[in-house]
């Protein structure tokens, strides 16, 4: 079922990489016991049945799917080496392009999900002060740590991973330590595992299956963790999974045999995860937290990250700055996605308040990316020839313990849920526009052969009548054949204003699916006049085509394929290399336009996100000084009658 090649690097062990890996990956996952049996309880009085039924959900839960789907299953669908929603698609969207829309919507819930993860967990850990110091003010504090980061991302996940991975081994020794330390006083609890309990709980006990919402916030991080695969590779994650999920159970067994301990009393505002704990160690215990709390946040913001990069190579983002903080690969930071999740962490920390709160408004939108996940997942299996019955049962068992998740979280909708399908729809809304007005524009986007005007070119260029725009013209263009450039281009060249030049260049970049390929064809189409140049980047591959032109230019000059020399006389005297200049065209709408009022809607709405994003320029990593900016318009479908009379006298 593994991908392409270099599958060797991918499912490579080491103890860095362990380390790494329970840094980034396991932040979401590994701080749920701050918050989950205690989303459970509730208000309620403490009921043994409830507990051992809750209990059984939870071992069921991480059994089917974070081991089963995710760490066994779906891990092995990687596209070269990426992992997470988007990649899926990735692998399979070519037979299935009705997938699209799921797949968007799947993307934007777990980008949705990014925003409520760091606050409940941060708050969840923070809130252990009230026990020392009931009067503390708890918000002011998260809001600091969220500050602090949200900043540190820029150092890339390499920094960031390499200070968090021994801290959550700490964490976790300290869950498995707790956790076995209360299972000891009361063994009877290991008997949840026993999936009859999580039948009598859901089937049987009135209200029970409502209880799904909050046992679901135990696997929420198992789509980071797949999203997380080209930071830490497959093996790394695997072999760690391991010894998180022992600890993981033995912290839930524990507290449930704490909650058993304490049957039929109420909560009153206490925590069973602290409760576990020992008075002398709640200090040091409440600072472990913390600072796990505060990595429970980077498997969703590094998920984050990944997600908008793939996003922007399927056309469903803008073309956003992307930066790669060190040479590993998959090192990536996305300085407005950071900034988007920040503000709305700092939102919901302020619209919430409290952990508990913040619970009804978490869990909802990520149901939508696990039912995603199995539709790409068995359409995967499906196309990779697996027996059909293995993908049907697979289908099946998923789509409805999913769907029952789902329903199960309905019913925070209205207690807090609608913040996350409500940011999950703007999201979704703003990737269907690009989407969509991207097909439009390339329905309408006229070519024309370059050989038609290869003559003209060359006329043009020895034409002195007509000042030099430049020694070397490089235009960006969108044309994927050799022999083809876009009307518009020729248009910018004869008509706009005559642009004579020595050579004139044609670029166009193809982003690839394989992550980091960095490939170019030369094409010669008339030795010293027109010369196309092709590159085939990865998706991870930085877009800094000054520098590779550059390098390009270098290696056809040492074969002679080429001669840059000025051809001032002068300058050419001296054998000084000629100037380059680049033009990019950049599309506005234009007013003699007669659209359908949807598809107004969707390039009006186009255009006034992309006034948001970087400048084409910018996104190619062009040297400003050097590039011209021409605005051209966008004509969709031209108005047809214009009623104009000619008057005389």
């Known amino acids: 079922m593994e991908q392409g090649n270099g599958h060797h690097n991918l499912d490579k062990i080491s103890g860095a990489g362990l380390l790494v890996a329970l840094g980034i990956v396991y932040g979401d996952i590994g701080t749920s016991p701050l918050y989950v049996m205690q989303a459970i309880i509730g208000k309620s009085r403490i009921n043994e049945e409830v507990v051992l039924g809750a209990l059984s959900c939870v071992f069921w839960t991480l059994t089917l799917q974070t081991t089963i789907k995710y760490v066994i299953l779906i891990l092995r669908a990687d596209n070269r080496g990426e992992g997470g929603t988007l990649a899926l698609f990735a692998l399979v969207r070519r037979h299935a392009k009705w997938l699209t829309i799921p797949t968007m919507i799947g993307g934007a819930a777990l980008l949705a999900d990014g925003i409520i993860c760091p606050p409940i967990s941060v708050s969840s850990a923070v809130e252990g002060l009230e026990i020392l110091y009931p009067n503390i003010q708890t918000v002011p504090i998260v809001l600091v740590i969220l500050a602090v980061l949200f900043l540190i991302q820029v150092f890339g996940t390499k920094v960031v991973g390499g200070a968090f991975g021994p801290i959550m081994l700490v964490w976790f020794s300290t869950l498995g330590i707790l956790g076995f330390s209360h299972v000891i006083q009361n063994p009877l609890v290991i008997k949840a595992l026993n999936p009859y309990y999580a039948y009598q709980l859901l089937v049987e006990h009135p209200g029970g299956f409502a209880l799904l919402g909050a046992v679901f916030l135990c696997t929420t991080g198992a789509e980071a963790l797949y999203s997380d695969l080209g930071h830490c590779g497959r093996g790394n994650i695997r072999v760690s999974w391991v010894f998180v999920k022992f600890t993981l159970l033995l912290n839930y067994f524990g507290q449930s045999a704490w909650l058993m301990a304490h049957n039929g009393q109420y909560l009153n505002g206490r925590k069973p995860f602290y409760e576990l704990m020992p008075d002398w160690f709640l200090l040091p215990g409440i600072a472990i937290a913390t600072m796990a709390a505060i990595i429970a946040s980077q498997a969703l913001i590094t998920g984050s990250f990944t997600l908008v990069s793939e996003a922007i190579r399927l056309n469903f983002w803008p073309k956003i700055k992307l930066k790669y903080p060190s040479a590993q690969k998959g090192q990536l930071y996305v300085p407005s996605i950071n900034l988007l999740l920040f503000i709305g962490c700092v939102a919901v920390v302020l619209y919430f308040r409290r952990s508990t709160n913040m619970e009804a408004a978490y869990g909802l939108a990520i149901t939508l990316t696990m039912l995603v996940d199995t539709l790409l997942m068995s359409y995967y299996l499906y196309t990779h020839r697996y027996n059909m019955w293995l993908v049907i049962v697979f289908l099946v068992v998923y789509f409805a313990v999913e769907s029952a998740f789902m329903l199960a979280n309905l019913e925070k909708f209205a207690h807090g849920g609608w913040v996350s399908v409500l940011i999950c729809t703007i999201l979704a809304t703003v990737m269907f526009i690009w989407l969509k007005a991207g097909q439009i524009k390339a329905q309408l986007t006229e070519y024309t052969k370059l050989a038609t005007y290869i003559d003209a070119l060359k006329e043009l260029s020895r034409d002195v009548s007509i000042p030099k725009y430049a020694t070397h013209l490089v235009f960006m263009s969108n044309a994927s054949r050799t022999s083809e450039v876009e009307s518009k281009i020729i248009y910018s060249i004869f008509e706009k204003r005559p642009k004579r030049a020595d050579i004139y260049w044609f670029v166009h970049v193809d982003t690839t699916d394989e992550p980091y390929t960095m490939q170019y064809k030369v094409d010669v189409i008339e030795p010293d006049d027109v010369i196309k ?117």
């Not at 000054?546 to 394929?561: H, Q």
């Not at 002068?570 to 990019?584: E, K, M, T, Y």
């Not at 006034?608 to 040297?623: R, V």
């Not at 021409?630 to 031209?638: C, H, N, T, W, Y």
């Open 533 to 649: 140049v092709t590159f085939r980047l990865g998706f991870r591959i930085e877009q800094r085509i000054n520098l590779y032109l550059r390098r390009i230019i270098e290696d056809m000059v040492k074969n002679k394929e080429v001669d840059i020399t000025s051809r001032y006389e002068s300058l050419h005297r001296h054998n000084v290399i000629g100037d380059f200049r680049f033009v990019v065209l950049e599309k506005f709408l234009s007013y003699e336009n007669e659209l359908p009022i949807f598809e107004q809607l969707i390039m009006k709405a186009y255009f006034f996100i992309k006034s948001f994003t970087n400048s084409e320029d910018k996104w190619f990593g062009l040297d400003s000084s050097a590039v011209k900016i021409e605005k051209v318009p966008l004509i969709i479908r031209a108005i047809d009658k214009v009623n104009l009379q000619r008057i005389y006298g």
